[in-house]
């Protein structure tokens, strides 16, 4: 059964930092590229980072450049989110998906919430 826990959420104040972390399970891990996702109250859900399935190319939307950081463990079948330089407008909930599963897999997320 496939499975994607998120944690390492909370509430962090402007310019802070947070690290994500994603458990996967269910599927062949070290075979699909993994993305982090965010939605925020009333808006789409977007891309922010994906990172491929050998740890090595990375992407990620304008907006988290230089401040986020995508990364795996394919020992731990984990993924990553280290984000620094936290804004309000991080705040979402995010998660994490490997979207050559097809759809019908998300998880819970984890919240983040950028506020003084």
């Known amino acids: 059964q496939v499975q994607f826990v998120e944690s390492g959420g909370g509430l962090v104040e402007p310019g802070g930092s947070l690290r994500l972390s994603c458990a996967a399970s269910g599927f062949t891990f070290t075979s699909y590229r993994m993305n982090w996702y965010r939605q925020a109250p009333g808006k789409e859900r977007e891309l922010v980072a994906s990172?491929?399935?050998?740890?090595?190319?990375?992407n990620y939307v304008d907006s988290v450049k230089g401040r986020f950081t995508i990364s795996r463990d394919n020992v731990k079948n984990t993924v990553y989110l280290q984000m620094r330089s936290l804004k309000p407008e991080d705040t979402a909930v995010y998660h994490c998906y490997a979207p050559g599963l097809g759809p019908g897999y998300w998880g819970q997320g984890t919240q983040v919430t950028v506020s003084s």
């Open positions: 990172i491929g399935s050998a740890g090595i190319s990375t």
